[in-house]
């Protein structure tokens, strides 16, 4: 079992900044690989904003978000990352971080995703 909390989230002006971190709890946190998602306004899908694998060596990041969005994970704090910079109206969601313990590799499907936070509101303002 994994237990995943996300925080960070809120409300900031276009061009603003805000770090999301998501703590996690239970099965060995350096063992697997993690991605965040997000959610827009009466949008059912869920789509990758980026992923990492388990040492942090290698990353994913939408094609739209590249140079804007970092993810990082500091495997001592069981913490993973989400630097967001020059955010945008846009980038208005619920962003949700998602762990992949049965994955080896980086994933970017919602469903390849077996452990979910409870998701953090990011509001950009124009």
């Known amino acids: 079992q994994v237990q995943l909390v996300e925080s960070g989230g809120g409300l900031v002006q276009a061009g603003g900044s805000l770090r999301l971190s998501c703590a996690a709890s239970?099965?060995?946190?350096?063992?697997?690989?993690m991605g965040w998602f997000r959610q827009a306004p009466g949008k059912e899908e869920r789509k990758i904003v980026a992923?990492?694998?388990?040492?942090?060596?290698?990353?994913y990041y939408a094609d739209s978000l590249k140079g804007r969005f970092t993810i990082s994970r500091d495997n001592a704090k069981n913490t993973v990352y989400l630097q967001m910079n020059s955010l945008k109206p846009e980038d208005t969601a619920v962003y949700y971080c998602?762990?992949?313990?049965?994955?080896?590799?980086?994933?970017?499907?919602?469903?390849?995703?077996?452990?979910w936070g409870q998701g953090t509101q990011v509001t950009v303002s124009s």
């Open positions: 239970g099965r060995t946190f350096s063992s697997y690989p």
């Open positions: 998602a762990a992949d313990t049965d994955g080896v590799g980086i994933r970017v499907r919602p469903n390849e995703y077996n452990y």
């Open positions: 992923a990492i694998s388990w040492s942090g060596s290698s990353t």
